[in-house]
T-cell receptor, first 115, second 110 residues
């Protein structure tokens, strides 16, 4: 299995621009998580999907952030407009149906830099 | 408030020098405690889940233990390839979300 796939791996953009991060979970995994990691705050859960349905988006910082999961093999995290404080590494993770918050498989992350 | 504290922040060891990493937690009812390993430029990789005090799990040179207040990740005769950041997370009975520690950066010198 190829594991969780994220794209792009690196993104550099200017303040105010729209940024879209993409994730393909492991086939057969029905839970998907978006995390943000910074030195100051560590790993933070942004949003969690189960069977393509957003279950909890309470970690999404503000309305500039949105996430979708149109099908079981694809999810996006969009930031519009982006701000310098959004600079971080964004991870997507997936897990098996019976191990929702137990063994999570993380992708390689997208390093976002907003200038 | 539920929280997780890991210590030390960084640990440098010589190859073969055994030691332990600590994860202290306060949570209103523990559902599970998780250890992950993170290499530079990569996502965290799952290592262990512990559910109850007294439980132990082993994998190669790593052994995780759990008490009612903390967990230890013991590393025996480490090798340079064990160098990584080790993350601890807990899940409370009242909330499915994981609460993550800041991690311990482990460096093993040859």
């Amino acid at each position: 299995d190829a594991g969780v796939i994220q794209s792009p791996r690196h993104e550099v953009t200017e303040m105010g621009q729209e940024v879209t991060l993409r994730c393909k979970p492991i086939s057969g995994h029905n839970s998907l998580f978006w995390y943000r990691q910074t030195m100051m705050r560590g790993l933070e859960l942004l949003i969690y999907f189960n069977n393509n349905v957003p279950i909890d988006d309470s970690g999404m910082p503000e309305d500039r952030f949105s996430a979708k999961m149109p099908n079981a093999s694809f999810s996006t995290l969009k930031i519009q407009p982006s701000e310098p404080r959004d600079s971080a590494v964004y991870f997507c993770a997936s897990s098996l149906p019976d191990r929702r918050f137990n063994e999570q498989f993380f992708g390689p992350g997208t390093r976002l830099t907003v200038l | 408030e539920d929280q997780v504290t890991q210590s030390p922040e960084a640990l440098r060891l010589q190859e073969g020098e055994s030691s332990s990493l600590n994860c202290s937690y306060t949570v209103s009812g523990l559902r599970g405690l998780f250890w992950y390993r993170q290499d530079p430029g990569k996502g965290p990789e799952f290592l262990f889940t512990l559910y109850s005090a007294g439980e132990e799990k082993e994998k190669e040179r790593l052994k995780a233990t759990l008490t009612k207040k903390e967990s230890f990740l013991h590393i025996t005769a480490p090798k340079p390839e064990d160098s990584a950041t080790y993350l601890c997370a807990v899940q409370a009975m009242s909330n499915y979300q994981l609460i993550w520690g800041a991690g311990t950066k482990l460096i093993i010198k040859p």
